[in-house]
Structure formats: structure tokens, C-alpha cells
T-cell receptor
């Protein structure tokens, strides 16, 4: 059974700091990995999706990397801002052929960026 | 149609009552998913539809839960005889083959059972 773990569970940083969120998964046979953002009481917003054949994806101040063989992904946030405060969730879609559909999520990292 | 919509956004009910939630997927998305998220946890898969066919149900989906997707458009999730343990955020997502089945999530329905 796939298990996804996110470390740390919570992180508080001053504005402007660069930071890294970690995600690990137990079964490396994944189709892709996705990072989401969730604001309190809200739904999920997709930030970055990395296919299993890719090593990283970038969007603005966000960079996500994937090391499939070791079962790890990181989300790097540059020059953090108070508006980045949210819970960040990592999810994997299993199946090497893409026929699977279910996402398995970690518990998330609660990020607070202090002004 | 700019995204997945869910109704209601919030529902408070007394234990033992039945509740029904609705999800409207992005137009032309043929796959629809339901997830449940409890406080401090990540979302957990409940069930999945391809068009109108319900293809998988998680063991989390007890006999009190039923989901439908008539005509392959909107979907409903009904919980009968609600229990306090049913309190959670219920998230709906949809996807399309054209986008390699990347899932797009709705805002969720927050259920509180008192």
C-alpha cells in the first residue's frame, strides 16, 4: 500500500526566506506526483505536476523536484511571502502505465510566513 | 464553466439525519472523484466514476454512503444516518483524457454532524 509522508508537519519562517518542503513515498511505481496548496477551509489548488520521467518543474517562485528511485520530492519556495501561508499537500498517482487514477496524499505541511 | 463546483459549501446536521451533496464537474470531464478530508489529514479517496459508471469504491465508503452520477454529468453523494465520525470536508474532483486525467478539485463541502 502506498504511503506518503510529508516533513515537516508545520513550518514558520520570516518573510523573504527560501524554504524547502519534503515529501516521501513508499512505492516508486508512480505515474506522477503533484503538489497542491490548500487555504483554511478551502479546496485544493494545483501548484505543480511532475511526470515520473521528469526531474523537476518550475512555476514562478516554486520549484519541485522528483527522485523517483529514492521515493522523494521537494518543493522549493523562493523569497517567501505572507500570502504563501497555507497547507501544502503532496500527492502521488500510482501506476506506471497511467491507467490508475487514485491520488494518495500526505498529511501536508502547514506553512506560516511572518511579515 | 471555470471549474468544479460543489453545493452546499457548508452543512450542519444532527446525528441520524440524511444529507446529500452535489458536485458539478468541469464540462467535458468524463471522470469524477470523491475524496474525504478530516482535520489535520490529507484527502482520502472514496469513489470514482467514469461517465455514469461507478468503477471503484474505497473501503472507507460504508453501506451508509451512496454516490451516483446520472447521465455522466453532475454527481451526488448521500450519507444516510449520519454519525459524528462523518464530520469532514468532502472534496470532488474531475479529470479528462485530454489533460492526461489531471484532477481538478472543487471547493469542498464541509459537513458537521452534531
Amino acid at each position: 500500500k502506498q504511503e506518503v509522508t510529508q516533513i515537516p508537519a508545520a513550518l514558520s519562517v520570516p518573510e523573504g526566506e527560501n524554504l524547502v518542503l519534503n515529501c516521501s513515498f513508499t512505492d516508486s511505481a508512480i505515474y506522477n506526483l503533484q503538489w497542491f496548496r490548500q487555504d483554511p477551509g478551502k479546496g485544493l489548488t494545483s501548484l505543480l505536476l511532475i511526470q515520473s520521467s521528469q526531474r523537476e518543474q518550475t512555476s514562478g517562485r516554486l520549484n519541485a523536484s522528483l527522485d523517483k528511485s529514492s521515493g522523494r520530492s521537494t518543493l522549493y519556495i523562493a523569497a517567501s511571502q505572507p500570502g504563501d501561508s497555507a497547507t501544502y499537500l503532496c500527492a502521488v498517482r500510482e501506476g506506471s502505465g497511467g491507467s490508475n487514477y487514485k491520488l494518495t496524499f500526505g498529511k501536508g505541511t502547514l506553512l506560516t510566513v511572518n511579515p | 464553466d471555470t471549474g468544479v463546483s460543489q453545493d452546499p459549501r457548508h452543512k450542519i446536521t444532527k446525528r441520524g439525519q440524511n444529507v446529500t451533496f452535489r458536485c458539478d464537474p468541469i464540462s467535458e470531464h468524463n471522470r469524477l472523484y470523491w475524496y474525504r478530508q478530516t482535520l489535520g489529514q490529507g484527502p482520502e479517496f472514496l469513489t470514482y466514476f467514469q461517465n455514469e459508471a461507478q468503477l471503484e469504491k474505497s473501503r472507507l465508503l460504508s453501506d451508509r454512503f451512496s454516490a451516483e452520477r446520472p447521465k455522466g454529468s453532475f454527481s451526488t453523494l448521500e450519507i444516510q444516518r449520519t454519525e459524528q465520525g462523518d464530520s469532514a470536508m468532502y472534496l470532488c474532483a474531475s479529470s479528462s483524457r485530454l489533460a492526461d486525467y489531471e484532477q481538478y478539485f472543487g471547493p469542498g463541502t464541509r459537513l458537521t454532524v452534531t
